[in-house]
């Protein structure tokens, strides 16, 4: 007979405030249930909005999954090549999402952090991580780090002026460092590119640059092999003294498990939700990225891609845009993730369909359009002048104009 594992009970905290509690259950069921104070607090911090019902209360029914922890809690947690490296790294078959948070919980995305009961609160500041010893970092490490999403990255202590380093477990870093693919060439090039691009064209970015993956101290070794660049990102729900900062993508807003990031919503369910929650000026800096996003063949903009911050605790704003590439530049493709209008290939997002896409969100048209419009425009003038200086190769840039001329709205300033 085979000996019963014993089932964990862990504290959710945002910051200081503890949230709630996350349960193993038998039969491989979680239970996520929130606590009585944090519930009848008032000024309570925000957790996720698909907590928060139509009139602004806190949904406070206990969530119960299989073999998952609630959707908001599995978004945190890294998927498919990253999350198989990761659970491989410490034995786990990685199926199982309660023992990964477990193991991840104290460097998770935002300012969440997940602990067993009898740890308490954690720390108000992220505690400084030495650097890794190389041979525990290559051999026997686990490398604790919860960075969302599916590309190969840890996160990095330092700095690009003094060095990167990937800290002992991969906790308490300011940067995420982006490895280079084995599958597409140099897509830190392409990434670092389009987001100096959409920089160049007036979006707000997250922080880029390109560090040879040879100068990245603790690096396993496993990856050190590559004669290529890796793209860092300075965290934006990090601060300088060592403060988290909430926030949440929006698949965690619409309550779905990370594989459903292309499905169920539209770019115009987030708009409305973007005018409702934060206001016009988010709505038309999303506008913005859309088009932006369109006009560089960038097929990838799913809802994992669009986050909120709580810079306060409890007002959202629209975060600085991050993950912008040109996928167009590995594989051939018409379509955005998501529809606008009903509509997802790019060469039919004319004015007409912009104008009836503006037409449903709760916002004055004018405004909406006008960022649409100026950003086509703006394209078209930044991009012969920052063309030549850009790292990603002449191929992928020759894909980026040509796209430029087949999309409408691009196409009418050329």
Not at 138 to 163: H, I, N, Y
Request: proline residues 8%; glycine residues 6%.
């Amino acid at each position: 007979m085979s000996k019963r594992r014993n089932l964990a009970q862990l504290s959710v905290w945002l910051n200081q405030t503890l949230v709630g509690s996350l349960t193993e259950l038998p039969n491989d069921r979680n239970l996520f249930v929130f606590d009585q104070g944090y519930a009848e607090n008032p000024q309570r911090p925000v957790l996720s909005l698909s907590f928060t019902a139509a009139e602004g209360q806190l949904i406070t029914e206990p969530v119960t999954t299989q073999m998952r922890v609630p959707p908001f809690f599995s978004n945190l947690l890294p998927e498919d090549e990253l999350r198989r490296y990761v659970a491989e790294r410490v034995g786990m078959k990685g199926v199982r999402d309660f023992p990964l948070l477990q193991l991840l919980g104290e460097d998770l995305p935002g300012a969440v952090t997940v602990r067993p009961e009898s740890e308490g609160p954690p720390s108000e500041e992220i505690e400084p991580q030495g650097p890794a010893n190389p041979i525990t970092a290559q051999d026997d490490s686990p490398l604790r780090f919860s960075l969302a999403g599916v590309q190969m990255k840890f996160s990095a202590t330092g700095s690009p002026e003094r060095g990167l380093t990937i800290p002992v477990e991969g906790k308490g870093g300011h940067w995420i460092l982006k490895l280079p693919s084995i599958r597409y060439p140099l897509v830190p090039e392409n990434e670092y590119s389009m987001m100096q691009f959409a920089q160049a064209v007036g979006i707000g970015t997250a922080e880029t640059g390109l560090v040879p993956v040879e100068e990245i101290e603790g690096l396993p070794e496993v990856f050190r092999k590559q004669i290529a660049n890796a793209l860092w990102v300075k965290r934006f729900d990090r601060m300088s003294q060592n403060k988290r900062v909430h926030m949440e993508d929006f698949n965690q807003l619409y309550g779905q498990f990370p594989e459903e990031k292309y499905k169920n919503y539209s770019y115009g369910n987030m708009a409305t939700d973007l005018v409702r929650a934060v206001g016009l000026p988010a709505a038309e800096e999303f506008m913005r990225r859309l088009i932006f996003s369109a006009a560089i063949g960038n097929a990838d903009m799913h809802l994992k891609n669009w986050t909120l911050l709580y810079a306060d605790g409890t007002t959202p704003e629209l975060s600085p845009a991050y993950d912008l590439l040109s996928t167009i530049a590995y594989i051939p493709d018409f379509t955005m993730s998501l529809s606008m209008a009903k509509e997802k290939d790019v060469r039919k997002l004319n004015k007409e369909l912009l104008d009836r896409f503006v037409a449903k969100i709760p916002a004055p048209a004018t405004p909406l359009i006008a960022a649409a419009l100026e950003t086509a425009e703006r394209i078209m003038l930044v991009w012969p002048s920052i063309r030549d200086g850009l790292p990603m190769t002449d191929d992928a840039k020759n894909k980026v104009t040509e796209r430029m001329h087949i999309f409408p709205l691009t196409k009418g300033f050329a």
